[in-house]
């Protein structure tokens, strides 16, 4: 059965670094789009980032444009998303999603979703 797992998530001070890894397991998706989304407490789920299944193009979000990139490597079935320079306002639970088209900012054209990372940034 197709997974994806999130790690890497933790408890950060504003103005620093985390880096996610999304890992697949049960099927390859290289030929896979890539995205990340995230959800704050009593808020729906936002657009993060999202990547075509090569990584060749990568859209984000301006609210983390200039501050995260999303990277992916084939070869182990894995995406990241590096976070510099981290607010208040990114505390959420970070989720990777997987579909067989670019769907960019849109959620529902994801099929698979990991169970979350939880990001804490303190002031």
């Known amino acids: 059965q197709a997974q994806l797992l999130e790690s890497g998530g933790g408890v950060v001070q504003a103005g620093g670094s985390l880096r996610l890894s999304c890992a697949a397991s049960g099927r390859t998706f290289s030929g896979y789009a890539m995205g990340w989304f995230r959800q704050a407490p009593w808020k729906e789920r936002e657009f993060v980032a999202a990547t075509v299944w090569s990584g060749a193009s990568t859209y984000y979000a301006d609210s983390v444009k200039g501050r995260f990139t999303m990277s992916r490597d084939n070869s182990k079935n894995t995406v990241y998303l590096q976070m510099n320079s981290l607010r208040p306002e990114d505390t959420a639970v970070y989720y990777c999603?997987?579909?067989?088209?670019?769907?960019?900012?849109?959620?529902?054209?994801?099929?698979?979703w990991g169970q979350g990372a939880q990001v804490t940034v303190s002031s």
């Open positions: 999603g997987a579909g067989q088209r670019y769907s960019g900012a849109f959620p529902s054209g994801y099929e698979y």
